[in-house]
């Protein structure tokens, strides 16, 4: 029979087997595989039209480059975090911990319209920022918050394991050597923790470009202003768009896939680089 | 542990400004990032005291919307699971070519937009979709209805249980189930009283979270719900309608529920984590979003 057989003497291969590719048909491949088919029902020159119109585009340049702006940040702060968790005690240090997986168990709902009620004039830190001229809700900074908010999770919690792993005795000898901290730092332990840095921020990336829940209420959402990529969908979808929503969704979808694979690329090489099993 | 090795060695301490430095930066981004958002829902919640907060949550909607959050976890959180179940078995107890395509077909519902999730539903069951007119001609509704929040949700969280179990199979290896088997154990019953007792911990993992997303997911629910009050709307629907009608106070007591859940799941999750770490001595698998 197959070839699993000559490998496992256990049963309920075929039945396991079977049964996680037809649900995953189901539920995954068959409604996606509408995405695409529901594309090809525009002619190519009214897809491009769909897909770049001006205010399509200008919510291109607010989702991505905000979502590449919020994964620096994480990226830098994530890093530090992590360093502060693995490397120092204080107090508090185990709620910190915890605490820090609250973007993914808060439903984006409740952030976005907690961010909201802060950073507008009369909120807690939006009064502060008020008479310095800085506004933060209903402009594009709003939605550069909310995905801080929900990508910084990713750069703590990839970076965070493998930097516990990590050798003092690697550190020793660098020191031993002559270095001093910022050169182990930067020479020694950077270069270990690279590939999980960069694939922290992908995931924060990936996610903050498709993020919808928590970005609404802060962003105001103004037309080629603060109105993001997942938004325009919706509001195609209201006024039966289907074909120009689906458009959008499919360049979307294949970017999601894209970075899907650059992510998997990125563990790969994590793994390899530590020698840990994914 | 290795925080005071660090610490203790001359060799590895961060001088006292460095440190001095990482932390209040590091610690006030967490606190004006990630608390005050946490701390303003209650605080907002609970403006015109506790007496109207009560009488926020008591309104009808509100008990509709928690009782169809409920019912699509309820349904959603088993479905996912049995497959969480299923799809492991087969990945960490057998080999098979195509198992890493497998792996990663089953991650796409994470890094697919909650609003596609949600757009792909109508464009299988909505009015114009595949099956619409078939679905009207015999008068059963999917979308804008309860049928489509629950697949919107069982979508989204799809990977979750999946995604715990395969790492932490395939790290036990398959001695302890050949062991039973060798000895005349049937498939269950090596399942039952070998493979389960094994997996409990990282199933209620992946349980919890799935459980928490299915509980909290807005977007792709917000696509095929049509916001019917009293019918349609799940507790974070009901959080944007009340929101959006500058029903401020009500807004924040119903989302206060939602922030009470997420404090439980992160209680929940960092005493199953304490389990695995224990018990394994192996670290779940780098964790997705919620």
């Not at chain 1, 959402?221 to 509001?235: A, C, G, K, Q, W």
């Not at chain 2, 969280?157 to 395939?170: G, Q, S, Y």
């Not at chain 2, 009283?193 to 992946?206: A, C, E, M």
């Amino acid at each position: 029979m197959s070839s699993a057989k000559k490998n496992s003497i256990f049963p309920g291969f075929g039945l396991s087997l079977g049964y996680t590719i037809v649900y995953l048909s189901i539920i995954v491949l068959i409604p996606l595989s509408a995405v695409v088919l529901k594309t090809t029902s525009l002619t190519f020159p009214a897809f491009l039209d769909a897909v770049t119109a001006p205010r399509v585009m200008a919510s291109y340049r607010l989702s991505f480059g905000m979502a590449l702006l919020a994964g620096l940040i994480n990226a830098i702060f994530g890093l530090l975090l992590a360093w502060a968790l693995v490397r120092y005690t204080f107090i508090g240090k185990n709620l910190v911990d915890a605490l820090v997986d609250l973007p993914f168990a808060l439903p984006t709902a409740v952030t976005g319209i907690a961010l909201a009620a802060l950073y507008s004039k009369n909120g807690w830190i939006g009064q502060y920022l008020e008479p310095l001229g800085i506004k933060i809700a209903f402009t594009p900074w709003g939605v550069l918050v909310a995905l801080i908010f929900i990508g910084l999770p990713f750069v703590v919690r990839t970076v965070q394991p493998i930097l516990e792993e990590i050798e003092i005795e690697l550190e020793e000898a660098a020191a031993s050597l002559g270095a001093s901290r910022w050169q182990t730092f930067k020479k020694v332990v950077l270069p270990i923790l690279f590939p999980a840095l960069l694939t922290g921020f992908a995931l924060a990336f990936a996610r903050a470009v498709g993020e919808y829940g928590s970005v609404i209420f802060i962003a105001g959402n103004i037309p080629m202003v603060s109105e993001i990529t997942p938004l325009i969908i919706i509001t195609k979808l209201e006024q039966y768009d289907y074909a120009g929503a689906t458009a959008i969704a499919s360049v979307m979808l294949l970017i999601s896939l894209l970075l899907l694979l650059a992510i998997n690329g990125l563990q790969a090489w994590t793994a390899q680089k530590t020698g840990r099993v994914r | 542990m290795n925080t005071t090795r660090f610490e203790r060695s001359s060799a590895t301490r961060d001088s006292t400004i460095v440190k001095t430095l990482v932390l209040v930066l590091s610690l006030s981004f967490f606190g004006i990032f990630l608390l005050m958002p946490l701390f303003s829902v209650f605080t907002e919640a609970l403006y015109k005291g506790w007496v109207y907060y009560f009488k926020a949550i008591a309104e009808p909607d509100t008990w509709s919307a928690i009782k169809l959050t409920l019912l699509a976890a309820g349904v959603a959180v088993p479905l996912n699971l049995i497959f969480g179940v299923a799809a492991s078995w087969a990945i960490a107890k057998f080999d098979f070519k195509g198992k890493h395509l497998l792996i990663t077909l089953i991650d796409i519902p994470f890094s697919v937009s909650p609003v596609i999730a949600g757009l792909i539903f109508v464009l299988v069951f909505g009015a114009q979709g595949w099956f619409g007119s078939w679905l009207s001609d015999h008068d059963i509704r999917i979308i804008f209805a309860v049928p489509g929040i629950i697949l919107a949700t069982i979508f989204v969280t799809f990977p979750f249980v999946a995604r715990e179990l395969i790492p932490l199979m395939e790290a036990q290896g398959r001695e302890e189930e050949e062991a039973a088997t060798v000895l005349g154990a049937s498939g269950w019953q090596t399942f039952w009283y070998v493979t389960l007792p094994n997996i409990k911990w990282g199933l209620l993992y992946g349980v919890i979270l799935c459980n928490a997303r299915a509980m909290g997911e807005f977007g792709a629910v917000s696509v095929v719900s049509g916001h019917i009050r009293g019918y349609t709307n799940t507790i974070p629907l009901q959080v944007e309608i009340l929101y959006n009608e500058y029903n401020y106070v009500a807004a924040f007591a119903v989302a206060s529920l939602l922030a009470l859940l997420a404090l439980l799941t992160l209680a929940a999750k960092t005493y199953v984590e304490w389990h695995l770490k224990s018990e394994t001595n192996a670290a779940p698998a780098i964790e997705g979003p919620l």
